[in-house]
């Protein structure tokens, strides 16, 4: 384990570490770590208090980036993240930005805890949002926002089937 104040040895850390998508037989796609699958992980509680801290941190977000790029080089993908449309993929053919209420973000994000087994409680989980949130849109590099070229859409009211389909009328151009 290495220390997250470690940022020497977390940069060396970013650096030497490979990642790769793999399509598993049930059509779904997971992100591997030198071989590993750490598609459930990254989306652990302990990952998602720290991701914005450890990200944040120049070398290790170099390195991260240089690694997502290579990814989208290879067409046919398609990333989230805080900065994928602004720093990782700004000459992407389509870039949507999807937002929610905090309060619509912490109900889903507890939803998906809770079916996974996970106990958490509501409000941990939004003020853990909330820091999140303040600090990505405050941070030097790469602050959350929008490419000025993305379509918005904000899904607080939305189900995954209405978003789903207004994603797919924004790509057809693209199928």
């Known amino acids: 384990?290495?220390?997250?104040?470690?940022?020497?040895?977390?940069?060396?850390?970013?650096?030497?570490?490979?990642?790769?998508?793999?399509?598993l037989p049930d059509d779904t796609y997971h992100l591997f770590m030198d071989g590993e699958d750490v598609s459930e992980e990254i989306r652990s509680?302990?990952?998602?208090?720290?991701?914005?801290?450890?990200?944040?941190?120049?070398?290790v977000r170099e390195a991260l980036v240089k690694q997502q790029k290579l990814i989208g080089a290879q067409g046919g993908v398609v990333m989230d993240g805080r900065d994928i449309g602004t720093v990782v993929l700004p000459y992407a053919e389509l870039k949507i930005f999807l937002t929610a209420s905090l309060e619509e973000r912490a109900v889903r994000r507890w939803r998906e805890m809770t079916a996974k087994g996970i106990k958490s409680s509501m409000e941990e989980i939004r003020e853990d949002l909330k820091q999140r949130d303040a600090f990505d849109s405050g941070r030097e590099v790469a602050p959350l926002r929008p490419a000025t070229d993305s379509v918005i859409i904000d899904t607080s009211s939305l189900s995954i089937e209405k978003v789903v389909d207004r994603i797919l009328e924004l790509s057809s151009f693209l199928i």
């Open 45 to 59: 509680i302990p990952v998602t208090k720290n991701v914005s801290f450890v990200s944040a941190i120049s070398g």
């Open 1 to 23: 384990k290495i220390s997250l104040d470690n940022h020497e040895d977390l940069t060396q850390l970013a650096n030497q570490v490979q990642l790769s998508f793999k399509k």
